[in-house]
C-alpha cells in the first residue's frame, strides 16, 4: 500500500534573539537557520523515513532545490510535487527570543495555490487501502479527501492548524481525525456529539494520546515516553507520519501508537522541524532501550 500526502512545504528561517522586536524596532540576530518544514513535508519525511512508500502532493516555487532534495533523501516521492511559476515557495521566519518565547509569520504562497486538475491527475494511481494524510495548510483539501475515499483509499487529516469551517468541510470524507488536545478543545466546543469517522487521534504533549475508536467505542492510551524536551516543533507531525506508516504496514493501534509515541519522543530530543524526525532505526534503538 502506499500513503499519499498532500501537505505544505515550508522553509524555515529561524533567527535568534535577544528579545522579539517591538513595532518599529530594529534588531540584529544573535543565530540563524535555515530548515525544511510545514505540516505536510513534516508528516511525509516521518512516513517514508518510517519505512512507507510515500508520495507527496503539494506545491512549490521554481527554486529552492535543495527542498527537493531533502525531501528526497527522505525516501520521499515527490513527482506529484508542482512547480508554479507564478508563486514563492512556502515559508515562515520565526524568531525565538532568549526565553524561548516565539513569534512566527507563515506565508503559504504556493501551498494554498495547487493546481486542482493536476493534482487529481497526480492521484491517478491511488488504489483501494492507500491512506491520503491531508492537513489545513493547503488548498484544495476537499477534492483530495473526495477523489481519494471514490477509489476505497481512507483519509487521515490532522485538523491543524485549527480551522473549523476546514474541518466541516472535510469532515464527511475523513476516516481518522488527528487533533492535539488544544484542537480537540476547540473541536468538541464547537461540534458537540458525535463524528462522522471512524477513529479519533488526539495527542496530548507530555501526557501522551489516545486513539478512540468510534466504531466499538474502544479507547487505546498510550503514555508519552519521558524524554528531556529541547523543542517540540513537528512533534504532532512526527507522531502522524509514523502512525500512518505503521497503519499502512498493517500494525494494530496499539503497536502504532507506540511507535508513533517513540518518534515524536526522540524529534523532541532535537531541535528543528523535519531535520530532525528521526528515522525507523533510529526509533526502534530507542524502543529497544525502553523498560517496558
Ligand atoms: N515533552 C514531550 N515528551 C515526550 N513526548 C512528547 C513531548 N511533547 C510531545 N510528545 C509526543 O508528541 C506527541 C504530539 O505532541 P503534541 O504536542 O500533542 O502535538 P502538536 O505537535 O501537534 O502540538 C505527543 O502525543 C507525545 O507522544
Ligand atoms: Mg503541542
Known amino acids: ?8 512545504i515550508n522553509i524555515d528561517h529561524v533567527y535568534r534573539l535577544d528579545s522579539l522586536p517591538r513595532p518599529g524596532e530594529t ?10 518544514g510545514g505540516k505536510g513535508a513534516n508528516q ?19 527554486r529552492d532545490r535543495w527542498v527537493r532534495e531533502r525531501l528526497r533523501d527522505a525516501g520521499v516521492d515527490i513527482a506529484g510535487v508542482q512547480r508554479l511559476p507564478d508563486h514563492v515557495t512556502g515559508h515562515a521566519i ?7 518565547e516565539n513569534s512566527i509569520i507563515i506565508d503559504p504562497a ?3 495555490s495547487l493546481d486542482e486538475a493536476q493534482l487529481l491527475e497526480d492521484m491517478a494511481e491511488m488504489a483501494a487501502g492507500d491512506l491520503l494524510l491531508i492537513q489545513n495548510e493547503t488548498s484544495c483539501q476537499l477534492a483530495a479527501a473526495k477523489a481519494a ?10 485538523a491543524a492548524p485549527f480551522d473549523l469551517a476546514a474541518v466541516r468541510a472535510v469532515l464527511p470524507e475523513v476516516s481518522i481525525l488527528a487533533m492535539n488536545e488544544v484542537e480537540a478543545a476547540q473541536l468538541f466546543d464547537a461540534m458537540p456529539g458525535d463524528l462522522p469517522v471512524e477513529g479519533l487521534l488526539i495527542t496530548k504533549g ?3 494520546a489516545e486513539y478512540r475508536d468510534l466504531k466499538t467505542g474502544q479507547v487505546h492510551h498510550q503514555p508519552a515516553f519521558p524524554v528531556t524536551a ?12 509514523y502512525f500512518a506508516a505503521a497503519l499502512d504496514e498493517g500494525a494494530a493501534i496499539p503497536a502504532a501508537l507506540r511507535l508513533a509515541a517513540a518518534a515524536a519522543a526522540l524529534k523532541v530530543t532535537r531541535q528543528g522541524a523535519g531535520d530532525a524526525i528521526p528515522t525507523r532505526a533510529e526509533v526502534e534503538a530507542f524502543l529497544a532501550d525502553q523498560p517496558n
Not at 510515500?54 to 506545491?59: E, I, K, Q, S, V
Open 206 to 208: 507530555s501526557k501522551g
Open 110 to 112: 504556493a501551498n494554498r
Open 149 to 158: 475515499r471514490a477509489r476505497g483509499a481512507r483519509v487521515l487529516y490532522s
Open 94 to 100: 520565526i524568531m525565538v527570543d532568549a526565553t524561548g
Open 1 to 8: 500500500m502506499a500513503i499519499w500526502n498532500l501537505g505544505s
Open 230 to 241: 529541547a523543542d517540540t516543533t513537528a512533534a504532532g507531525d512526527s507522531f502522524a507520519g
Open 44 to 62: 511525509s519525511v516521518a512516513a517514508a523515513q518510517a519505512g512507507a512508500r510515500t508520495r507527496h502532493l503539494g506545491a512549490m516555487g521554481m
Open 27 to 36: 534588531l540584529a540576530s544573535r543565530g540563524y537557520a535555515v530548515g525544511l
